[in-house]
């Protein structure tokens, strides 16, 4: 795009951008303007993304135009892409647009990044590896624009982003959100009133009013000079500040009597003024303009090559030039442009469905060498079914899910299955793309299509297939009922040979099943059911799906079979984070650790990101439950970051509580506003099982706190059957938790006693690592004084590979010692719990235990706050990483930022931690004893 400047004040700049209507005027637009200015000016010091949004004509195209005269002349390279609506249909188009110019520079990004962007490109054929992830695309796109940005400062432009496919939407919210440390700035240009992909990346918008009516008189009487009164008083009415249309409807409205224009709305208005100019084209130019409104690159040669097949007669490039005089666009770089995205439409509305039909019909035949595009022309050119045309979409639609583009293939299949000859091969059509859209988190997509497919006659396993999907989306199925009705959908799965899918469909009703409380009949029919579909108990989905279903009844089983299984024999993160989630299920965390770090570790390899904050927010809470909060830290942090990422509210919120048990440890006040936040999330979705999980949050808080009355009102909500926030299973987890709050605000200990006599009998059951070692430190805490002693050496022996659980063992028998007057020997256990607490971040633990200590009458060395308290969590991710000798290419790749920024946050820390080399900081970050080490 090339811009001039026509003309300037300090209040009134008209730009013209070539390919686009001579744009409408920044005309009381002082404060807009500014914002732009501001992020491309600074673009050095920080980089940033903006939505410009606005109604058609409201003046985006010039602000934009502007944008890019302001980056040019500050020395910014400038990347464009303009939105089609015919290409909405093309996943990754409008990527490629904007990063055709650095295709050449594919070959630096490391292998999987360099191939999923090939792939999505069609560099690669899709048949040389499965379809990569979307944010495996966008992290290897981040690295072209980062890597190009060393050369000169960048401005992309998306402009029509509301015509944007999916797929590139998706990519560049990615990029957006990650341009703070880049010289890089990411303007989109977006249409009000015109529901897009574009609505959902997630970045800061600005958007465009109507001009103020000063504004708009001004405008008005700078273009057409005096007007008739009642002519300027009907366009000012009808343009109501919209300044595209002050330009045009001086033009439409001369001449018509004020009473016979009936009232329009204002963008069908604009349509109507720009097809009354088509009309004064000559026929062939008019031919040539419908072609280009239904084509989707306005290649000059495509376009006269359709005409001629429409006219039966050559036609050369000067019949492009009536509709450059009459303003309706013009050729630029050997393709046509309409000067404005209403004046295509204008054309497309102003044919015949006939003639549309006619039109895309040439387009096809043109396009025969490219079926991806041609084959969406036939489609839109049949007026009946037709099957060769259906196959055809099917086919498009499995290249497209093979590039990443699933939301494409989508809408391919749904097409075809309009299309399609018989019934049932429309069924099955639309059952496919029902099952994408679910696996897309398209749930309201998905719910039409199953329940489009129903009506039709299906197959055994298509019908099956849209039972399961209704189940899932199209009611509560909760209830004993609803169980068994989905329980008979996963067994006909399996009967029609698609045994994973139904162990996914009994895993999905296990899960549910875990947080809510079913009577024991529903557990035990979910665990035979299962059974009975496995080829294999050992299968990990299998032993997810009977841990969730009843952790008590088969958690020894499933604690048995995992730990014959080394993590690092599985390759596949979905079977990792099956055993990790299973494990966690029946409180053995020790064992689900080293499997939820292996499946992290595969999904982000993968790129799958949706999967690995499902696997960070497993390992977050698997770290709290072991007490290593240096580990939760990060763990926590970066899986609430990927859940607002990839929309996935319940985890955000399971993330938040974890970050606010952390922060309760830590002393941070922010603590309590973490765990209100989570609760805030999961109240307006009904996720009320989840709410044991925010009050476990509270009461660890306020029990860090020393708070122990209002640690055991919260604690005391999970394990009373009455309360919203009860869970059978959450209480498990809360046990050392809810002695210790009952023992220190001095209550009647008869009913912990009894919840720990009922856990006594579950730890012998299942040999759970977490409760065994909780038990052991609940039975020395409420010991008589006879046995006190006796009980906490055996909680020492019993505690071993529980560092926290030992050290609070050795914090409390410390104290006990102290207060039987035992000093000296008291300073032994308190002075290793210190320690334990302070390599585990247990900041407000070790206080307790340096207090101790002092009482006992050892002097203590001058406290000084941990390193790592000084740093976020993304910056201790990066100082921990650098530590271990990754690059920080590699570095980026783990963390899904781009290289750059790295370098950035390394540069900001090291004055932070006092260092001045990557060789120093693992010195700086190793605390005095690594928890394993305990």
Same mark, same amino acid.
């Given at each position: 795009?090339?811009?001039?400047?026509?003309?300037?004040?300090?209040?009134?700049?008209?730009?013209?951008?070539?390919?686009?209507?001579?744009?409408?005027?920044?005309?009381?637009?002082?404060?807009?303007?500014?914002?732009?200015?501001?992020?491309? /000016?600074?673009?050095?010091?920080?980089? %940033? @993304? =903006?939505?410009?949004?606005? !109604? &058609?004509?409201?003046?985006?195209?010039? $602000? *934009?135009?502007?944008?890019?005269?302001?980056?040019?002349?500050?020395?910014?390279?400038?990347?464009?892409?303009?939105?089609?609506?015919?290409?909405?249909?093309?996943?990754?188009?409008?990527?490629?647009?904007?990063?055709?110019?650095?295709?050449?520079?594919?070959?630096?990004?490391?292998?999987?990044?360099?191939?999923?962007?090939?792939?999505?490109?069609?560099?690669?054929?899709?048949?040389?590896?499965?379809?990569? /992830?979307?944010?495996?695309?966008?992290? %290897? @796109? =981040?690295?072209?624009?980062? !890597? &190009?940005?060393?050369?000169?400062?960048? $401005? *992309?432009?998306?402009?029509?982003?509301?015509?944007?496919?999916?797929?590139?939407?998706?990519?560049?919210?990615?990029?957006?959100?990650?341009?703070?440390?880049?010289?890089?700035?990411?303007?989109?240009?977006?249409?009000?009133?015109?529901?897009?992909?574009?609505?959902?990346?997630?970045?800061?918008?600005?958007?465009?009013?109507?001009?103020?009516?000063?504004?708009?008189?001004?405008?008005?009487?700078?273009?057409?000079?005096?007007?008739?009164?009642?002519?300027r008083g009907r366009v000012?009415?009808?343009? &109501?500040?919209?300044?595209?249309?002050?330009?045009?409807?001086?033009?439409?409205?001369?001449?018509?009597?004020?009473?016979?224009?009936?009232?329009?709305?204002?963008?069908?208005?604009?349509?109507?003024?720009?097809?009354?100019?088509?009309?004064?084209?000559?026929?062939?130019?008019?031919?040539?303009?419908?072609?280009?409104?239904?084509?989707?690159?306005?290649?000059?040669?495509?376009?006269?090559?359709?005409?001629?097949?429409?006219?039966?007669?050559?036609?050369?490039?000067?019949?492009f030039a009536p509709a450059t005089a009459e303003g309706l666009g013009g050729v630029e770089s050997g393709r046509f442009r309409f000067r404005h995205p209403l004046m295509r439409s204008a054309v497309r509305q102003s044919a015949t469905p006939a003639e549309r039909r006619r039109a895309h019909a040439a387009l096809a035949e043109v396009l025969a060498d490219q079926p991806d595009r041609s084959v969406w022309h036939r489609a839109a050119a049949a007026d009946r079914p037709a099957e060769t045309v259906a196959a055809d979409l099917e086919e498009a639609a499995r290249r497209a899910e093979l590039r990443?583009?699933?939301?494409?293939?989508?809408?391919?299949?749904?097409?075809?299955?309009s299309l399609s000859d018989q019934a049932q091969r429309q069924g099955q059509r639309l059952v496919r793309a029902a099952w994408l859209a679910f696996e897309l988190g398209r749930w309201d997509v998905s719910l039409r299509l199953a329940r489009q497919a129903q009506q039709l006659p299906l197959g055994a396993y298509e019908r099956t297939a849209a039972a399961y999907l209704l189940e899932i989306l199209g009611g509560s199925w909760s209830g004993p009922a609803s169980i068994r009705s989905f329980l008979q959908v996963a067994e006909d799965l399996a009967a029609a040979g698609d045994e994973a899918r139904a162990l996914q469909a009994i895993n999905l009703v296990a899960l549910r099943v875990h947080w809510s409380n079913p009577d024991d009949e529903t557990r035990q029919r979910i665990v035979a059911v299962a059974g009975r579909v496995t080829a294999s108990r050992d299968d990990p989905v299998f032993l997810e799906i009977i841990a969730y279903a009843d952790p008590i009844g088969q958690g020894r089983e499933v604690i048995d079979r995992l730990t014959a299984v080394a993590p690092a024999s599985m390759t596949d993160p979905d079977e990792l984070i099956a055993a990790g989630g299973a494990l966690s299920a029946v409180w053995a965390d020790d064992l689900a650790i080293p499997f939820l770090r292996e499946a992290s570790e595969g999904y982000r390899a993968a790129g799958r990101?949706?999967?690995?904050?499902?696997?960070?927010?497993?390992?977050?809470?698997?770290?709290?439950?072991?007490?290593?909060?240096?580990?939760?830290v990060p763990a926590a942090a970066e899986a609430a970051r990927m859940a607002e990422e990839t929309r996935q509210p319940r985890h955000?919120?399971?993330?938040?509580?974890?970050?606010?048990?952390?922060?309760?440890?830590?002393?941070?006040?922010?603590?309590?506003?973490?765990?209100?936040?989570?609760?805030?999330?999961?109240?307006?979705?009904?996720?009320?099982?989840?709410?044991?999980?925010?009050?476990?949050?509270?009461?660890?808080?306020?029990?860090?706190?020393?708070?122990?009355?209002?640690?055991?009102?919260?604690?005391?909500?999970?394990?009373?059957?009455g309360d919203v926030a009860h869970h059978p299973f959450v209480r498990g987890w809360a046990l050392a938790d809810i002695v210790d709050a009952s023992l220190y605000s001095e209550r009647d200990l008869g009913a912990v006693r009894g919840f720990v006599a009922e856990w006594e009998t579950i730890a012998a059951r299942t040999r759970a690592g977490h409760l065994r070692a909780q038990l052991s430190y609940a039975r020395a805490m409420l010991a008589d004084q006879a046995t006190t002693a006796e009980r906490f050496a055996a909680a020492l022996a019993e505690t071993t590979g529980w560092p926290s659980y030992r050290a609070r063992t050795?914090?409390?028998?410390?104290?006990?010692?102290?207060?039987?007057?035992?000093?000296?020997?008291?300073?032994?256990?308190?002075?290793?719990?210190?320690?334990?607490?302070?390599?585990?971040?247990?900041?407000?633990?070790?206080?307790?235990?340096?207090?101790?200590?002092?009482?006992?009458?050892?002097?203590?060395?001058?406290?000084?706050?941990?390193?790592?308290?000084?740093?976020?969590?993304?910056?201790?991710?990066?100082?921990?990483?650098?530590?271990?000798?990754?690059?920080?290419?590699?570095?980026?790749?783990?963390?899904?930022?781009?290289?750059?920024?790295?370098?950035?946050?390394?540069?900001?820390l090291f004055p932070k931690l006092g260092v001045t080399s990557r060789t120093e900081l693992r010195a700086v970050l190793e605390p005095a004893a690594r928890p394993d080490q305990l």
């Open positions: 795009m090339t811009v001039q400047t026509v003309a300037a004040s300090h209040r009134f700049v008209i730009l013209t951008a070539v390919g686009h209507v001579a744009a409408p005027l920044l005309y009381g637009r002082d404060e807009e303007l500014a914002r732009v200015h501001d992020l491309i /000016d600074h673009v050095s010091g920080r980089g %940033g @993304a =903006l939505v410009i949004r606005g !109604d &058609a004509g409201i003046g985006k195209s010039a $602000l *934009l135009s502007q944008a890019v005269a302001r980056a040019r002349e500050r020395g910014l390279s400038v990347l464009t892409a303009t939105g089609v609506q015919s290409e909405a249909r093309f996943a990754f188009a409008g990527l490629h647009q904007l990063l055709r110019p650095f295709l050449g520079a594919l070959g630096k990004l490391p292998g999987p990044q360099r191939r999923a962007l090939e792939m999505a490109f069609g560099i690669l054929d899709v048949l040389d590896g499965a379809a990569p /992830d979307v944010f495996l695309i966008a992290l %290897g @796109a =981040l690295g072209v624009i980062a !890597d &190009a940005a060393v050369q000169a400062p960048l $401005l *992309l432009v998306a402009e029509d982003a509301q015509w944007l496919d999916g797929p590139s939407c998706e990519v560049l919210g990615f990029i957006g959100r990650r341009l703070d440390m880049e010289p890089v700035i990411l303007l989109f240009g977006v249409r009000e009133g015109a529901p897009s992909p574009a609505d959902e990346v997630g970045l800061p918008e600005m958007r465009l009013a109507p001009l103020d009516e000063a504004a708009a008189s001004a405008l008005l009487s700078s273009r057409t000079g005096d007007l008739p009164p009642d002519l000012l009415r009808e343009a &109501a500040g919209n300044p595209l249309a002050l330009i045009e409807l001086p033009k439409a409205l001369a001449g018509h009597d004020d009473a016979r224009l009936a009232p329009l709305p204002l963008t069908a208005r604009l349509e109507e003024a720009f097809a009354a100019r088509l009309s004064d084209c000559p026929a062939d130019t008019r031919t040539l303009l419908l072609i280009a409104s239904l084509d989707d690159s306005g290649e000059i040669g495509d376009l006269l090559k359709a005409a001629e097949l429409m006219l039966t007669r050559p036609l050369g490039a000067e019949a990443g583009g699933t939301d494409v293939a989508v809408a391919a299949l749904e097409l075809a299955a990101l949706q999967q690995l904050t499902v696997a960070l927010a497993f390992e977050a809470w698997a770290y709290l439950r072991r007490g290593d909060i240096r580990a939760a955000v919120a399971v993330a938040s509580a974890a970050l606010a048990i952390a922060a309760g440890e830590r002393g941070d006040p922010a603590a309590g506003e973490l765990a209100a936040a989570a609760e805030a999330v999961l109240l307006p979705m009904g996720a009320n099982p989840l709410l044991a999980v925010v009050e476990l949050a509270r009461g660890r808080i306020a029990l860090a706190g020393e708070r122990f009355t209002e640690a055991y009102e919260h604690l005391a909500r999970i394990f009373d059957p050795q914090l409390a028998y410390g104290t006990w010692l102290r207060r039987q007057r035992h000093n000296t020997e008291s300073r032994a256990p308190l002075r290793e719990a210190a320690d334990a607490f302070t390599a585990l971040g247990s900041t407000r633990l070790a206080d307790r235990a340096q207090r101790e200590l002092r009482a006992s009458g050892e002097t203590l060395r001058q406290h000084h706050p941990e390193v790592w308290d000084q740093l976020t969590p993304q910056e201790l991710q990066i100082a921990q990483l650098a530590a271990d000798g990754l690059t920080n290419r590699e570095i980026g790749e783990r963390l899904y930022i781009s290289h750059r920024t790295v370098g950035s946050h390394l540069y900001q």
